[in-house]
């Protein structure tokens, strides 16, 4: 059984048993699964949300309440985006918050909310497992409908012996396939569309080293890739020079000038329900590009530009009634007029526009945008992650489709 689509959170509790996740979220992550982390603050004590952001790909959740982001309803959100949840480890502390409805944390929020059976793997020294206390909160979560991969004997970091070890990734891996295959698999509102995405940004050569490029990292665009392939799209992703991972599941398409942009996303546009434009392409490229290293002098360099094909306004004039265009409009000032004579002049269907900040634009985590879809008000949501606000677009594309 393949993963490929299914969504999953993993939620680790704070034992020494942390260090096997990054392992088992591999997993999942290579038979394309859409994993979300989700971290106690005790969790982070033991391994950084940094180790398990790179084996997901995705930004790991820890704080209820932080700072700077969009979470009056993300309990619910990832309650309800999570088609099955894992914990991994289950302290004894965390076993018995759940058995009672404690709700003090997100990870224990969400766990309340969802409503569906959980996957539990306990990790703790044997007396603790041996407590009757633990013992009576572990058969009533069984009575309450949730599995469990049992704790295993061996050595623990304490130096006791005992049942108490957390089962090991390869064995909670077979476990969720297992629970997942008696699931019904939802129906997806974007199954049997295509989705064409682009991402990142180009380099346009000066010479054999240099190149005229900008910020973006490619952020937005692979998060966007991602919630396309969660709504079940058949996803392409175009994207330029980035560090990032393509997510599990898309057709990943490299690319580094513009031109090789343009190329590209008109093989695949034919063939596509909707782009979605996120990519930054360059503006100019130099009038000539010199095939060796230009050397220093005291006399500076000019260079002389002009500009690279205008990709989206070259592809929506000539798009079918059927096919979705939406661009994207990063701005330093007068966002919402510079953004809608953007999707009026290059025959868009939508537009998403944000502003140049600490919190949004290139290369961060989060982001603020204003939806404007042709002929309705511009929409202003609020700080989110940029997963989340992908999310958020996609929803709009699969209304519009």
């Known amino acids: ?23 088992l979220v591999r997993l999942l992550y290579k038979d394309g699964a859409s994993v ?42 990832y309650s309800d985006w999570a088609e099955l949840i894992i914990i991994a480890p289950a302290t004894a502390n965390f076993m018995g918050k759940i058995a009672t409805g404690i ?13 569906n059976p959980i996957l539990i793997a306990p990790a703790m020294n044997p007396g603790m497992w041996e407590n009757p206390v633990t013992q009576k909160n572990y058969n009533y979560l069984k009575e309450l409908g949730h599995k469990f991969v049992d704790p295993v004997e061996g050595e623990m970091a304490c130096d006791h012996e005992g049942v108490g070890r957390m089962a090991e990734p390869e064995e909670i891996f077979e476990a969720i396939k297992a ?15 295509k989705v064409l995405i682009t991402a990142g940004p180009t ?23 991602q919630a396309a392939i969660e709504l079940g799209a058949e996803t392409t992703l175009i994207s330029g020079p980035s560090s990032l991972a393509p997510p599990s599941g898309a057709k990943f398409i490299p690319i580094e000038s513009t031109e090789q942009l343009y190329q590209a996303v008109t ?19 130099p009038e000539n590009e010199a095939s060796e290293k230009i ?41 919402i007029a510079n953004a809608t004579k953007k999707l009026n002049e290059k025959n868009l269907d939508a537009i998403v ?4 900040s600490t919190t949004t634009g290139f290369n961060t985590d989060s982001n603020q945008v204003t939806f404007i879809a042709r002929n309705n008000q511009p929409e202003q949501w609020k700080l989110m992650s940029k997963l989340e606000t992908s999310r958020k677009i996609l929803e709009k594309v699969s209304s519009m489709i």
Request: glycine share 6%.
């Open 179 to 193: 629970q997942l295959s008696s699931l019904k698999v939802k129906k997806k509102s974007l199954s049997g569309k």
């Open 36 to 77: 979300q982390v989700i971290m106690t603050a005790a969790a982070t004590k033991f391994i950084t949300p940094l180790t398990l952001e790179s084996v997901s790909q995705q930004p790991v959740a820890v704080k209820m309440f932080p700072e700077d982001e969009y979470v009056a309803t993300r309990h619910i959100d």
């Open 1 to 23: 059984m393949s993963l490929s689509g299914r969504q999953l959170v993993v939620g680790l509790s704070g034992g020494v048993s942390c260090y096997k996740v990054p392992n």
């Open 353 to 356: 526009v944000n502003k140049v």
């Open 203 to 225: 380099r346009e050569k000066i010479d054999a080293v240099r190149f005229i490029s900008n910020y973006s990292s490619g952020k937005m665009g692979y998060a966007l890739a």
């Open 295 to 335: 050397k220093r002098n005291s006399n500076g360099l000019k260079l002389l530009l002009q500009p690279t094909v205008d990709i989206l306004k070259s592809l929506s004039n000539g798009k079918r009634k059927s096919q979705l265009v939406i661009g994207f409009a990063l701005e330093t000032s007068d966002a």
């Open 267 to 285: 093989k695949e546009f034919a063939n596509t329900d909707c782009l979605i434009m996120a990519a930054a392409p360059s503006d100019f490229k």
């Open 103 to 115: 709700s003090d944390d997100l990870l224990t929020t969400v766990v309340t909310a969802h409503r």
